[in-house]
């Protein structure tokens, strides 16, 4: 069966600290891979979306950037912490192949990285 | 531009109480997924139910029943007899692109208390 893990769980940082949050996916080949961030009392925001190794999408400008160097590995790393930065990170996947969840956008999510900068 | 709704920030209700959470959307796709995940207190996101924009046909597992009207864009979401484990915030959510990037929409969210 599937599994999706991220790490750390739980993250204090000071501004201006670098961060680097990991996901892996088991199970699994070849998924799309994704990184989501819910603020304080706000939906889910897609940052970063990953439909093969190397390949990374942006959705929205900011200090943070993304990685795929292996196809079940998705790491969200920053130089330079933000305040605004804080807040609880979720690494999810779907399967974009022939398998049972196909092409339903269906997403599986790790059990979140709460993050917080101070 | 692909886009959810959901007007209800927080929702509290007795148990035993019904409960009913909107989402409206908005695409210009005619083939979409709609979906509703919970997130519990523990952070993680539980999924509860997909549905494809060919079957509107409504469902119900349990004491949770959705109801799919393209008429109005609607994918509202009932819990009937609600239970404090209820209590959490659910998300509304909207595929887009299926089987391309399967990138998901989400709304706000809206969160549910339910009291004993």
């Known amino acids: 069966s599937q599994t999706i893990h991220q790490w750390p769980a739980t993250l204090v940082q000071p501004v201006g600290s670098p961060l680097s949050l990991e996901c892996t996916v088991e199970g699994t080949s070849n998924p799309n891979l994704y990184w989501y961030r819910q603020a304080a009392g706000r939906g889910l ?16 400008p ?15 790393s920053s130089k330079k912490l933000l305040l605004s930065d804080s807040g609880f990170y979720l690494c999810a996947w779907s399967d974009p ?8 956008g269906e997403l599986f999510f790790g059990e979140g990285s709460r993050l917080t900068v101070l | 531009a692909q886009k959810v709704t959901q007007a209800q920030t927080e929702i509290s ?15 210009r796709d005619t083939t979409y ?15 509860l139910i ?8 409504n469902e119900i597992s349990g004491r949770y029943s959705w109801n799919f009207q393209k008429s109005t864009s ?19 959510a909207l595929s887009e692109a299926p089987g391309n990037t399967g990138k998901l929409i989400f709304g706000q969210g809206t969160t549910l208390q339910v009291k004993p």
């Open chain 1, 45 to 60: 925001q897609l940052l970063f979306y990953s439909v093969g190794i190397g390949q990374i999408s942006s959705e929205v």
């Open chain 1, 62 to 76: 900011q200090n943070l950037s993304a990685s795929r160097p292996q196809d079940r590995q998705f790491i969200l």
């Open chain 1, 97 to 104: 192949s022939g398998g049972e969840y196909a092409n339903t």
């Open chain 2, 13 to 27: 209700v007795v148990e035993k109480e019904d409960v009913t959470l909107d989402c409206v959307y908005e695409t």
């Open chain 2, 33 to 47: 997924y709609l979906f509703w995940y919970k997130q519990p207190p523990s952070g993680e996101l539980v999924f």
């Open chain 2, 50 to 57: 997909r549905r494809n924009s060919f079957d509107e046909q």
């Open chain 2, 74 to 92: 609607s994918f509202n979401f009932t819990i009937t007899a609600s239970q404090v484990v209820d209590s959490a915030v659910y998300f509304c």
